[in-house]
Each structure stands twice: as C-alpha cells, then as structure tokens.
Nanobody, 131 residues
C-alpha cells in the first residue's frame, strides 16, 4: 500500500508563491519511491478534478497542464521520498484542493493527464488565493 500526505496549502495573495509537498511512503508495499511516477491534480470549488503536473520516476520528463504552464514547476527528491509543486504568480483561479497522486512507472504519455491512471492519492491540501 502506498501512502501520500500533502502539506503546504494555505491562504496566499494573488501574485504570490507557494510550494506544496507530498510525502510518499511505500513501506507497506515494499516498493520504492523511484518505482512511481508522481503527479499533482487539483479540484476547484464546484468543478471537476483537473491535471496540474506530472514527473517521471527519474525526473527526466515533466508535463504541465495548460493553465499552469510557465507558473508551476513539479520536482521531486528521490532521496527524501517527496514530490513538490512550486507555484508562482498565483491567481484566484488557482484556488482549489490540491492532490498528490502516484502510479507505477512508467505511465504512457496519453494517460498522464487522466486521474484514472493514478491508483494512489493523498487526502489533499487546500490552497486559497485571494484577489
């Protein structure tokens, strides 16, 4: 079993920056962090969950959703079993619950933005951007 725990969500002003963290534990499954592709999704209030960013197990490749390209960066620390989401130039539209997700490497490229491709999810962390 994989456990994911997000942290870092808070209230921030528009134009500001915030970094979210997601701690991975695969102790129960005996599988290592480096065996998983990681991603961030978000769910704005009253809307469906949407893809934010993905990073391959090796960090060689990353993908971002159109709405966050150039503003958000995903990166991971495989020594610490943590994946991060650096968010800059935040807008009120970025207000959402942000979820960390994991899937066994490697996800096929067409499946990367699809939530169904990720079997493991964290509980989410709330980000509120005030205008």
């Amino acid at each position: 079993q994989v456990q994911l725990v997000e942290s870092g969500g808070r209230l921030v002003q528009a134009g500001g920056s915030l970094t979210l963290s997601c701690a991975f534990s695969g102790r129960a499954s005996g599988r290592a962090f480096t065996e998983y592709d990681m991603a961030w999704f978000r769910q704005p209030p009253g809307k469906e969950r949407e893809f934010v960013a993905h990073i391959s197990w090796s960090s060689i490749s990353t993908y971002s959703g159109d709405s966050v390209k150039g503003r958000f960066t995903i990166f991971r620390d495989n020594a610490e079993n943590i994946v991060y989401l650096q968010m800059n130039s935040l807008k009120s539209d970025d207000t959402a619950v942000y979820y960390c997700a994991a899937a066994e490497a490697a996800i096929l490229i067409p499946s990367i933005p699809k939530s169904i491709a990720y079997p493991y999810w964290g509980q989410g962390t709330q980000v509120n951007v005030s205008s």
